[in-house]
Each structure stands twice: as C-alpha cells, then as structure tokens.
C-alpha cells in the first residue's frame, strides 16, 4: 500500500468534507512518496472558513473533495475532528509547506512560486535562500496576472518541471488555478499557501507561539488584519453552530445500550 493510500485509511469527515489524520511526519512522507514516484500531489489545507465557502461554491467543493491530501490547517476543522472522538493535531498549511521548502533544499529538488506582490516575491527568494541554503528556485511569478496571460505564465513555470509548486493567490482563487492548469504538472506537489510569502519575506508577522498553541491564530489575525472581520466573523459562527448542529444528531442516531455487537465497530471505518 502506498504512503498516499495509508493516509486516506486515517481520514475523516468535517461537515461531510473529508480530512487527513496526519503530522508534519506523516505529511512530507506523502511528499516524498509523490517524488520519489514522480506523481502530481494536490495539498489542501482545511479551515472552517473554507468549508463554509466550498458549501455554497460547486466548484470549490469539488476541488476540496477531489484532492490528494487534505491537512487539518484551522483550529475549527481540528475541533469538530476531535468532537467525534478521534485524536487530531493541528497542521497549519504554512509549516507543512516551509518542511516541504527545507525537504527540497535537502534533496536539490525544484522550487516555483506563484503569487504575491512582486516587490515581496523578491524579497521572498532572498529570505528563502537565506533560510533554505542550497534552495533551488527554478521559476516565480508574482499574482497580479490577468486571465488571459495564465497560459504563458503556465507554459513558462511547467518548463523547468518544479517538484514544488507553492500558490500564493488566496482562497479560492489558488485552489482554481491547481485544479485547472494541474495536468501541466505531472509530477508536481502543489500547495496553496495563501499569504504565506507575505509572512516568509518578512512583511506580515503570525501570531505568537502562545497564541498559535492554544489555536487562537484566527484571532490574532482578525485583530491586525480588521478587513478580515466580514468574512471570517460570519463563518465562524456559522460552522460552529452546523458542527454542534451534526454531532448532536448523529450523537441522536448511536445506540447508547444494548451489546457490544451492536455498536459501530470504529476499527472498520
């Protein structure tokens, strides 16, 4: 059974969207495996805001769902996991995506960029090779492209066959751009990192440790980052209320007494 398999063994479901049981370990094996093996990788990396947003967004949904390997990135996602019983960590998409920066250094393999401002996508490769030495950067685009110049942006970075494809368009604007110009990435592990190159050139600050280990980074950023409050402070909520929502009905549906035998045997899911 292949690492990719393995983990989908491990996966469980937020709201019906599934999600991956893993650690930073567990995730740059699959990494690997799709190196070594020369097979694309789609990384998701799961928060409740996303979620709410793929609820109401055909497209997203299907993407999310169709993906290789889906990380419990917010602490919503890790919360519902965790109502239902089973043991999850979070995995916030811009470590796993910075292990993967210093996996690819190690092993000389390629790098490509795509998003941000150009002024910090700059800024970004030097960091990067100041942080990652020995890193191989093999193409970059800044995000502010039209649609019509994603082709040749495309052709350009699909050329040097990058083994690490890091997407920095934000959410869900990164998500469509994999899953439309994915086929030009054969054998690509692609991230959507969000305004993770922002934060590695320097330019944004994440939240203190203290704060990122109780899982109170969401509400650093809604603090520095007030714009947030419109779209965030209503999805929240929303995903909350539909988790507790969930777990009070299917927590309705279990047998409570009776024989062994009639309780879901969980070694089966």
Known sequence: MSTLSATNRSRQKVLGYPVDVVDEERALAVVEAAWENHKPLHI???????????????????????????????????????????????????????AALGRAAAENRKVALIGGRQEVLEKLIYCLGERFPGINIVAWHNGYFQSDEA?????????????????????????????????????????????????????????????????????????????????????????????????????????EAGNASDKPDDTQK
């Open 44 to 98: 998701v990396t799961l928060n409740a805001e996303m979620v709410v947003a793929a609820q109401q967004d055909g497209e997203l949904d299907r993407i999310i769902r169709r993906a290789h390997l889906i990380i419990p990135d917010g602490a919503g996602v890790v919360w519902a996991v965790r109502l239902s019983g089973q043991q999850i960590q979070r995995l916030p998409g811009i470590e796993l995506a910075a």
């Open 151 to 255: 082709e040749e942006i495309v052709d350009e970075i699909a050329h040097t066959e990058p083994d690490l494809l890091l997407i920095a368009l934000g959410v869900p604007k990164q998500e469509y751009f994999i899953d439309k110009w994915a086929h030009r990435f054969p054998s690509s592990v692609m991230i959507g990192v969000g305004g993770s190159f922002d934060v590695w050139a320097g330019e944004v600050k994440r939240a203190p440790k203290v704060m990122r280990d109780l899982h109170l980074e969401w509400l650093y950023r809604l603090v520095v980052e007030p714009w947030r409050w419109r779209r965030i402070g209503s999805a929240l909520p929303n995903f909350g209320f539909q988790v507790l929502h969930d777990r009070l009905k299917n927590k309705g549906n279990t047998p």
